[in-house]
């Protein structure tokens, strides 16, 4: 027998307050009701309602058991809701973090096509490359690249990116190249000055572990499109995305070095905290961008 069925009984009788009253609604007899019932309890072996001919009493465990099932109930009614409706019914405030540089090329350009068909829909954009507070700074979902999630939040991903150690020909011509990671110290490396940012460190993989390599340089500043610049310029070397330097590296402007150690990926996530029912307005943002990421030649055409 249909579990969801014996559940959606179970909520008619007790809010009928009989099984007469609810198989009036449902247009049944009162004896498929209570045979669904028995098996409901049946199947947890749990009493959920004492019934007689005159009165009906949901048990202790029965009234704990009831309110669990209204709330699956009324979820259930509300992603059918919105899928008969479809995307044009998402309405409401979407509050959206991402990394400076990143979200301007690839996440706030693409809210006009996303919104043409929402008419009931506005969006907000905090562009940085600070992580974000989701919860206490009121954002509806955040953009990341690669690094830890914390575990009440969950972490959808886009697209895969990886992190990588680059600079010009003409700086490894000048400086010689590293070709391991106790070369780097001597580099001068372009990291971000953020509190817990690449100062701190550069992740790589050695031996199946993850290690950091302390790094410093000449300059430090907390764009990371600034530092792209000066990595193309020749200033230094830079860890940085393949979203932002793969086009370069074709191109032969930009080349790795330490690939042996890249971590093996550092992917582009959607983030918001964990709750029992998305909105669809989260929902369906994360499903375009994933949409319009996978289309083939979209990071080549938008470098």
């Not at 992580?131 to 959808?156: H, K, T």
């Not at 550069?202 to 410093?216: D, E, H, L, M, S």
């Not at 430090?220 to 200033?235: A, I, M």
């Not at 709750?275 to 943002?285: E, G, L, S, T």
Request: net charge positive; glycine share 10%.
């Amino acid at each position: 027998m249909d579990r969801f069925k014996q559940i959606e009984t179970f909520v008619r009788v007790a809010d009928a307050g009989s099984l007469a009253a609810a198989a009036l609604e449902e247009g049944v007899s009162p004896v498929i009701l209570g045979r669904r019932i028995d098996a409901l309890e049946k199947r947890l072996g749990v009493k959920l309602m004492y019934r007689s001919t005159r009165r009906l009493v949901v048990s202790e465990d029965g009234a704990s058991f009831l309110e669990r099932c209204r709330g699956l109930l009324t979820e259930w009614g509300q992603a059918e809701n919105e899928l008969t409706a479809g995307r044009r019914s998402v309405s409401g405030h979407l509050i959206v973090s991402a990394p400076a540089a990143y979200g301007r090329k690839h996440v706030a350009p693409l809210a006009p096509a996303f919104l043409k068909d929402k008419p009931g829909l506005q969006m907000s954009f905090n562009l940085t490359d600070r992580v974000v507070d989701l919860v206490r700074e009121g954002y509806d979902l955040s953009i990341r690249i690669g690094g830890a999630v914390d575990p009440n939040f969950v972490a959808v991903k886009l697209a895969s990116n990886r992190r990588v150690v680059c600079g010009t020909p003409g700086y490894f011509e000048k400086h010689g190249r590293p070709k391991t990671l106790e070369d780097l110290p001597g580099h001068n490396c372009l990291a971000f000055n953020l509190q817990g940012g690449q100062n701190r460190g550069w992740y790589f993989r050695r031996n199946g572990k993850i290690v950091t390599v302390r790094v410093g340089g000449a300059l430090d500043c907390n764009d990371g499109e600034l530092l792209h610049r000066w990595v193309s310029e020749g200033l230094g070397l830079g860890w940085r995305s393949t979203w932002e330097v793969q086009q370069q590296i074709a191109r032969g402007e930009l080349e790795t070095v330490l690939d042996d150690y890249a971590l093996p990926d550092y992917d582009i996530l959607a983030v918001y905290p964990q709750q029992r029912y998305v909105p669809a307005k989260v929902r369906y943002f994360i499903d375009y961008l994933k949409e319009v990421y996978s289309r083939p030649g979209y990071w080549s055409e938008n470098e």
